[in-house]
């Protein structure tokens, strides 16, 4: 608006002067058109030596976690730059570090703090430079493509001990699927030593060779816990970090990184649309795959629980035990899944953490004391679990269908 009115006074300004042959009105339109000129070249000069940049530590965020940005603003040449505008672009919710500043020949820095709240890909970045001429007329924008990109991780909290010492152990049940059904990988050859068996020795190599060679084996790398995490968009419900996609994510981080910290082996199956099942590997850390993963999840998945291909592939594996992280009041996946099985079934959720929505009913809990499903008869007499080795403490938990709430975890 201010260029709209000093052009309209110089244009009245011009016409006067020539109409009337003043002199000093001549004078000031020069003065005039010289300001404008000034004010249109000034931001853009100016703005070709201011230089930005900023610096995060990035580390491996949760949610929850705070972070710290330095901001620095330097001008290089000879056109000071006494209002420039610092605008952040990014889509962090909350968040803007961004400020007025006067940039002179030193060095303008300044700290931005914030809390990461959710989880996934954050991008600080890019900035917006806008430099205005002291008179108030002009700006020049300039837009820089300079990122920091970082990966933050589901919040991890504690939870009830999962992996308790083998003494404990307890169980009747034969266990499905011996060693014998998975037999060792033959994982490289080496020179024939006196009383290696027959069977071990690699008779194709030894002709190649002209001498004698035998494999070497290793046992099949196996799983302590196997998490089912159900991501069915039907069944989930809410927003932002209250919603029960969080609470499952963040449970299932939980779990895999308490397992992993006791030296255990974890994987994870969901059910999203593309099917994911993480093995573990002796190459990579497990758990950073699964946080990696659960970083990034959504709930985007078509197949309910109870259709879940990875059942068939589950119940093959031997000396396993399954924990399901559902919000679903559905029975048909414990009556179909678990109950068949003569499993013995018992509910559990982590405290405190985890709170119910309202309208819920009230969520019984096991406290040393067989559950019944919604279907058993309470004179029912169901096996237990062999525990797997290694771990395990009580009958295997299993989480019943009528719960509702934020997700509970269970084993099978």
């Not at 559950?371 to 989480?399: I, K, M, Q, T």
């Amino acid at each position: 608006m201010n260029k709209v009115a000093l052009a309209a006074a110089l244009a009245i300004l011009l016409l006067f002067t020539y109409l009337t042959g003043y002199r000093p009105a001549y004078a000031f339109s020069y003065a005039l058109i010289l300001l404008f000129v000034v004010a249109w070249v000034w931001p853009r000069v100016a703005i070709r030596g201011i230089s930005l940049s900023r610096r995060l530590d990035p580390g491996t965020p949760t949610v929850g976690e705070p972070y710290e940005e330095v901001i620095e603003v330097r001008r290089v040449g000879w056109v000071p730059a006494p209002w420039v505008e610092i605008r952040d672009l990014g889509q962090i919710p909350d968040y803007q570090p961004g400020r007025v500043i006067s940039v002179g020949g030193e060095l303008v820095s300044w700290k931005s703090r914030g809390v990461y709240r959710r989880r996934g890909w954050m991008s600080f970045g890019p900035t917006l430079i806008n430099v205005r001429e002291p008179f108030g007329l002009f700006n020049q924008e300039l837009k820089t493509g300079n990122r920091n990109t970082v990966l933050v991780y589901p919040r991890v909290r504690p939870i009830p001990d999962l992996m308790t010492p083998s003494a404990q152990q307890v169980g009747s049940t034969q266990v499905l699927g011996a060693w014998a059904d998975y037999p060792p990988d033959t994982s490289g050859v080496r020179d024939y030593v006196t009383g290696d068996s027959f069977g071990r020795i690699h008779w194709p190599l030894s002709m190649r060779h002209a001498r004698l060679m035998s494999k070497t084996f290793e046992q099949p790398l196996t799983t302590d816990l196997w998490i089912l995490l159900d991501l069915d968009r039907n069944v989930h419900s809410g927003e932002g970090e209250e919603s029960t996609v969080e609470y499952a994510i963040s449970l299932a981080a939980s779990m895999a990184s308490q397992v992993h910290s006791r030296g255990r082996q974890v994987g994870l199956i969901a059910n999203d649309s593309r099917g994911t099942f993480l093995e573990p590997h002796r190459a990579v850390r497990q758990d950073r795959i699964i946080l990696d993963y659960l970083a990034v999840a959504t709930a985007d998945g078509r197949t309910p629980l109870t259709q879940t291909l990875a059942w068939d592939r589950i119940r093959r594996l031997p000396r396993r035990a399954i924990a399901v992280i559902t919000p679903s009041a559905d029975e048909e996946w414990v009556r179909h899944r678990l109950l068949p099985r003569r499993h013995e079934l018992r509910r559990s959720r982590p405290e405190p953490h985890l709170r119910p929505r309202p309208g819920c009913g009230p969520l019984r809990r096991a406290q040393g004391r067989r559950l019944r499903a919604p279907h058993e008869d309470s004179r029912c007499n169901p096996h237990r679990l062999a525990p797997a080795r290694g771990f395990s403490s009580g009958p295997v938990r299993v989480c019943p269908a009528a719960l509702c709430g934020p997700p509970r975890w269970c084993s099978c």
